[in-house]
Each structure stands twice: as C-alpha cells, then as structure tokens.
C-alpha cells in the first residue's frame, strides 16, 4: 500500500507538471461570481480567436472577439508577417476586477493575465521548426458588445523572463516522494513481527510514521484579498464598493464633505495622523469662534456622517478628541505611488515585473491630484480657505515623486533597448516639471538615442 500510493502520488505530481493545474481566477472589488464567470469566458475564448488569426494570418477570425485599440494592435501584428508563426496563448492565472482603462475611460472592466506565449517558426522546408515559449503579464479592458458578450478592446502585454523554478520544484517533490517511499518499504520488509500485542524498535517507530497523519501538507499560496474600498484621487476623486462610485454622495454636505477630504489627505501625507476635532473645526469654519467650531464638527460627526452610505462613513474612525481616516481594507492610489517610489528609490534599474507594478502605478495617477477639493473647501469655508498650502504641497510632493519613478522607469526602458517607451515617460514628466534640468538633459539625450537630433536640439540651451 506504501509503495502504490507513493505511485499514485508520483503519477498525479507529474501529470500536473504536464497539463498545468487550471486557470486560477479570482475577482476584484465589483466583481460578483456571475459577471466574473462570464468575462473569463469571453476573455479565453477571445484570446483563442486571437492566437487563430495570429497563426493563419487571417483578420477575418478576430471579427466579433477584438475591437478598438486591440484590434488594431493585432491587426498591425499580422501585417508585418508574411510566413506567420503557430501561435498560442496559456493562462496560468487571471484578476478580474473593476479599473478605469487609462486611455479609454469608457472601459472599466480589466483582466489581469499571467501566463506564457508559445511561437512555433519554420525558417524553411528543410528545416525544423522552433518553439519559444514567453512568458507575459498582460492588463486587457473588456467591452461589451451588443449581443451581450464581452470583446477585448484595450491591452497592454509586458515579457516577462522564462523561469524554470515550477518545473524543477516539481520535479523535485516526485523525486523526494519516491525516494521516502522506497525507503520505507525496505523498513517495512526488514522489521521483525512480534508475538506480544505492544510493538516497540524498530517496526513501532515505521509503523508510527506509515500510519500516523502527515505533519504538514502542501498548500497552495494565498492570493492576497482585494481591497474592500478603492479610492482614486488623481483627476477626480472616486470611491469604489461593490461594483458602484460613491464620491457623488458627498456633494450634500460640503462642511461633512470637507471632513472628509480633509481626513483624506490627511492620511496620504501620514497614515498614522491624527488630527484633533479642534484643528478640524478651525479649519472647516475659520470664520466662527472656538465653540461653534466645535458644534460644527459634533454635527459632522453625529449627523453628516450618518447620512453619508457605508462606503464612506466607515472610513472616518472618531475618537473624544481626535480623527482619523481608516485605511484598513482601503487602497488609495497616491499613497501606492509613495509606496512604491519609496521602495525603488536608490535603485538604477528595475526588473521586468517592477518595471510593469511601476507602470501601472503611473498609468493610475495621472491628472491633478483631488482638482475638487478646492471647490469643496472653498464652499465649506465660505470662500476663506484654509488649506491651501498644505494641499498645494503635497501635489507638489506627488508630482515630483511621479516624474522620479518616471525616469527610472525610462532609465530601466533605455537599458533593455526601448528608448520608444522611455521616450514616451520622459516627455510626460518634462510636461510636468519643465523647470528641471535633469529630466530636460535626460529626454534629449533618449531623443539622440532613438536618431532624433532634432528634438534633443531643440531642448538644449541656445549658446549666446
């Protein structure tokens, strides 16, 4: 028995090695089991039809699968090919979730993709085809089309490096196993039975690990869950929950709305602050004295917060003298990007998979950082601001941060030869802070690495 299901276990790790384990899929916030079943169907079977048309050239296969700026990606792709290669695409794992497509606003149902690419190429007929297998990480944006079905409309693929860890793991636990289990069989076959019912030595000590449970087991790693709120700042302020926007409900109240914001903004800066009731009312009514200050933020706090739905009522914690914004089950995409610009500071360049964590974080926080917080303050404040300098500092901090992480990723670009894509980061980050010189000297001399002498030309100081 020790031996048969050392086998079977053996063939099962091995047949997984072979046919892969499924797609894992997990949903995002917004994202119910029906809708998320429904465009991974779509998803893999446009991804199907794709790899047809890749592999016979034919645009006709991708009609009613792809569209927009997808469909005229692929369509390029098989323009420039006249022997086109067999191609086919394996899913290891997908993301669904609700994200605003960077380009088309319009989209807002992403797929997040790991998986590998395989090519298969004939150089000619007396010579055997090659197989590359790639693997990639792709955000795709789904659009659904009349009929009902969901077509890919956007995406966005990034090579990843071939890794060969799965395998040799793999491998490598087949191997463990039936050593262990021979071992175990000859223990078997040289303990000595004995009359007396107690069993002791040796044969207690093999029969203790045959049949006593295993100590551990193997277990699949945990995929992190997905934010229960998701608010975005730059470009408008947005509050994701369930599938549905919230922001729009604060426009009732703007002192509650200031509050809010204010606490916000708050915990961008420190996601440890605290501020006291006392500094919240003297700012939301600079006008009033102390104790109508304080009345005033009772009254947020016991009436305006209230009426505010959960989404955004649960993130405002209140205490007897203090309060703070809850982050808790809460991504906010600006502190991400002084997350992760405070990760990759100090390093000249980043990998494959940091450069693509790092280009989503970009792609997420262009526009100005909360453009509406200065109507809500100055309706709240009776047009006497109060904040001015702490939320002009901190888009100054934001932009600044956002133009760093931008030009190490164009530095990252540059040493993996794409100056096109470097090129692209640069001037956006020139756009917004022209008065720098770095990122000035910088783009010109990526205009000079991709042939363009004339841009670099124009950048450069003109010599009295």
């Known amino acids: ?5 050392a086998l079977f276990l053996a063939g099962v790790i091995v047949t997984s090695a072979a046919f892969g384990l499924g797609v894992r899929t997990t949903f995002g916030v917004g994202i119910d089991n029906r809708l998320g079943s429904e465009v991974q169907r779509d998803f893999l079977a446009d991804q199907d039809a794709e790899a047809a048309a890749l592999s016979k050239g034919d645009p006709s296969l991708i009609s009613g699968h792809l569209t ?3 469909l005229q990606d692929v369509s390029q792709q098989m323009s420039v090919s006249n022997a086109p290669p067999i191609v086919s695409f394996q899913a290891g794992s997908l993301t669904i979730l609700q994200a605003q497509d960077p380009i088309d606003p319009t989209l807002v149902i992403e797929v997040q993709e790991d998986g590998t690419k395989t090519v298969t190429s004939s150089a000619g007929p007396n010579s055997a085809p090659t197989e590359q297998t790639i693997g990639f990480h792709g955000d795709f944006w789904m659009r659904k089309d009349s009929s009902g079905r969901y077509l890919i409309a956007d995406q966005k693929v990034q090579n990843l490096p071939t890794s060969y860890l799965p395998a040799i793991g793999l491998t490598a636990v087949a191997v463990v196993w039936v050593v262990l289990a021979t071992g175990l069989v000859v223990l078997r076959r040289r303990a000595r039975p004995l009359p007396v019912s107690p069993v002791t030595g040796v044969a207690a000590a093999v029969s203790s ?3 006593a449970p295993p100590a551990y087991e193997l ?5 992190g869950s997905p934010p229960e709120v998701l608010v975005r700042t730059f470009g408008g302020l947005q509050v994701h929950h369930d599938g549905k926007n919230w922001a729009g409900a604060l426009s009732a109240r703007s002192v509650t709305a200031f509050v809010w914001l204010r606490l916000l903004v708050a915990a961008i800066r420190d996601p440890a602050a605290r501020p006291t009731r006392e500094e919240i009312g003297r700012q939301a009514s600079p006008r009033m004295d102390r104790e109508t ?13 209230r009426e505010l739905p959960p989404a955004l009522r649960d993130r405002i914690v209140v205490e007897p003298q203090t309060m703070s914004f809850k982050l808790d089950g809460c991504e906010v995409d600006a502190i991400e990007l002084l997350a992760v610009s405070a990760e990759y500071a100090g390093r000249r360049l980043l990998s494959d998979p940091q450069i693509a964590r790092a280009q989503r974080v970009l792609d997420a926080s262009r526009g100005v950082f909360l ?5 809500v303050e100055d309706l709240a404040t009776d047009h006497h601001p109060t904040c001015t300098e702490l939320i002009r500092d901190l888009r100054e901090l934001l932009t600044t941060k956002r133009v760093e992480l931008a030009m190490l990723v164009a530095d990252s670009f540059l040493a993996s030869h794409r100056p096109d894509h470097a090129i692209l980061l640069l001037e956006r980050a020139f756009q917004e802070q022209p008065h720098r010189t770095d990122v000035r ?7 000079r690495s991709a042939g363009r002498d004339a841009d670099a030309s124009a950048l450069e100081p003109k010599s009295n």
């Open 209 to 211: 690990v045959v049949e």
């Open 293 to 305: 200050q304080l009345k005033q933020v009772r009254n947020v706090i016991h009436q305006g917060l």
């Open 219 to 223: 277990v699949e790693p945990a995929v």
């Open 68 to 70: 927009g700026n997808a």
């Open 441 to 447: 000297s910088r783009l010109a001399a990526t205009y």
């Open 1 to 5: 028995m020790v031996g048969l299901s």
């Open 371 to 375: 453009p509406d917080f200065d109507s």
